[in-house]
């Protein structure tokens, strides 16, 4: 059944791009496929659930996932079918396996199984979807069938005893990314929970050996930035002082561009806040 659906969704996929590249207004011409596209990733992550096959099938279906937002990112989304696809297809593909416990253990995605290493990848290349396109970043803050939001998904991540820290700190990454969109855009009110978590997860990067501590030089006045808009929505500092003063001001004093820059205004902001 998962091949033929597979199957299926390929070809569906096939005629959506079509329709994208070939019909004059765009949206209507993909709207029909849009919509049975959808429909068959729900089926995808109801067998998921039903048959127990969360490990064998989740890289593929997140695969599908990522696939379908990109080609179809001109269509507008209803309410029920934003809720249909993070119920049933986003968030059971967010979910531990019952005995991965032992596996998320280890201290980096090298040394994960490759197809946990393939999904982790994944998660983060949807996030960083959803960032990149203005109409997508609310997908963060949708509320599933029990209240809870991707970004308590991240919360628990971020304080998580038993995660990969290579996944650990693309996510803090992408966060931080997704923290500055946030902030330029409708500016949704991001958690305390969330905040604090966040908040501390910069601590344990400062508390880091390395140049980069943990992140490539790239990473840097991203992470930077976003510490400024973290300390002025913060209501409570949930970092150390001495952490804090001894790293950004020493991005302040030896870096350059970008990260000087970002750092001063971070320290600013902790200073008058």
Not at 11 to 32: H, M, P, Q, R, W
Not at 139 to 157: A, C, I, P, R, Y
Not at 172 to 191: A, D, P, T
Not at 237 to 263: C, H, L, M, P, W
Request: hydrophobic content about 40%; aromatic content about 10%.
């Amino acid at each position: 059944m998962a091949r033929k659906l597979d199957m299926v969704f390929d070809v569906y996929l096939l005629a959506a791009n079509s329709a994208i590249t070939c019909v004059d207004g765009v949206i209507g011409g993909a709207k029909e496929i849009f919509t049975d596209l959808i429909d068959i990733l729900k089926y995808q992550g109801r067998l998921i659930v039903e048959k127990n096959t969360l490990k064998k099938r989740r890289p593929k279906v997140l695969e599908q996932l990522i696939q379908m937002f990109k080609a179809l990112q001109a269509n507008d989304w209803s309410e029920e079918e934003e809720l249909g696809i993070l119920n049933e297809v986003i968030w059971p593909l967010l979910q531990p396996e019952s005995n991965e416990e032992e596996t998320l253990e280890k201290s980096s995605t090298e040394q994960l199984p490759q197809q946990r290493t393939c999904y982790l990848a994944k998660i983060i290349t949807l996030f960083n979807m959803w960032i990149s396109l203005e109409k997508f970043t609310h997908w963060f803050f949708l509320k599933n069938s029990k209240g809870e939001t991707v970004l308590d998904w991240v919360k628990s991540v971020f304080t998580g005893t038993s995660v990969a820290e290579e996944f650990r700190r693309k996510l803090f990454s992408s966060v931080c990314r997704f923290v500055l969109v946030n902030s330029e855009g409708k500016k949704e009110r991001l958690s305390d929970e969330f905040v604090n978590s966040l908040l501390s997860q910069f601590e344990s990067w400062f508390q880091q050996k390395g140049k980069c501590k943990g992140g490539g030089f790239a990473d840097l006045p991203a992470r930077l930035a976003a510490l400024s808009v973290i300390i002025g929505i913060s209501r409570n500092s949930e970092i150390s002082e001495k952490i804090f003063f001894d790293n950004v001001i020493a991005y302040a004093a030896r870096g350059q561009g970008e990260v000087q820059t970002n750092a001063v205004v971070a320290l600013n902001r902790y200073l008058i806040r």
